[in-house]
């Protein structure tokens, strides 16, 4: 089976930069450390509200990641704001998600399929600018068949649910979660989607969905960055990385 890309969410270590209002920690920092330990690329969501990532993060972001050769997926809302930015920025991927003021992270996956003029306008402004489009999404049929018709090259299957059921010891949950995984992840592929998942995984739950052989890309976030405060950043990586290896074979 392929090896499966892991990308690192770094929003966090802005969250605890911004936390005190300085400059440390740096996310920029962390975002080169995190490649010289050999993630395959770099997340960081530009949220409406600045609350983590800052604009000057972004460009900061995306020159470590071209000067490393590794793509930074610029996640964002579909707003005209965003849209504007990823295309002067012109990050490898853009993932659009959704986004509301008071969610604490994003809850949901983005509604493709009632929205497929807005959604549709911003994956195909994106794919001219020679930008991948991602959309995050639910592990919905109805979902994966809008992202389809708009000729979306890649979905992102929002974990966050599946996770959530494994911490709360909720068997059934869990395996029902992952069945609908398995089947969103087998539907996108037959459609001739790339496959990637999010949200929520960590050592424990990150065997079952790295085993699914559609999946091409993970990317992770809040337990990296928690982890790294116990065991540093490089340790951390390494290990998750090990975990999707081994699940692979
Ligand atoms: N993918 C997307 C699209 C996300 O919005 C997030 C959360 O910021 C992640 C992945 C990573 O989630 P977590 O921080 O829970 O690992």
Redesign the pocket.
């Given at each position: 089976m392929t090896r499966i890309r892991l990308?690192l969410?770094i929003?966090?270590v802005a969250t605890v930069r911004n936390a005190r209002g300085g400059a440390a920690p740096d996310p920029v920092r962390a975002a080169s450390m995190a490649l010289a330990a050999g993630v395959d690329g770099i997340?960081a969501?530009l949220r409406e509200d600045r609350r983590h990532i800052i604009d000057k993060d972004i460009t900061a972001l995306k020159a470590v990641c071209d000067a490393g050769d590794k793509p930074l997926n610029f996640?964002m809302a579909v707003t005209a704001e965003m849209v504007a930015i990823a295309l002067k920025l012109k990050p490898h991927a853009a993932?659009l998600?959704p986004e509301r003021r008071q969610e604490r992270?994003?809850e949901g996956g983005l509604e493709v399929a009632g929205q497929a003029d807005t959604v549709g306008e911003a994956v195909r402004l994106l794919t001219r600018a020679g930008i991948r489009a991602?959309l995050?999404i639910a592990t919905d049929p109805k979902q994966i068949e809008a992202a389809a018709r708009m000729k979306a090259p890649v979905v992102?299957f929002?974990t966050?649910a599946l996770?959530d059921a494994w911490r709360e010891q909720d068997r059934g949950l869990f395996d029902a979660e992952l069945h609908k995984l398995r089947v969103a992840a087998e539907l996108a592929d037959e459609l001739g989607i790339e496959v990637?998942?999010?949200?929520?995984?960590?050592y424990d739950t990150v065997p079952f969905i790295a085993k699914l052989p559609q999946i091409k890309e993970l990317?992770?976030?809040?337990?990296?960055?928690g982890e790294a405060i116990f065991a540093g950043l490089d340790t951390a990586i390494h290990r998750m990385r090990a975990l999707m290896d081994e699940a692979r074979k």
């Open positions: 990308g969410n929003d966090h997340t969501h996640e993932c998600v992270t994003t991602s995050f992102e929002h966050g996770c990637h998942a999010g949200h929520g995984i960590d990317n992770i976030g809040h337990f990296l960055i």
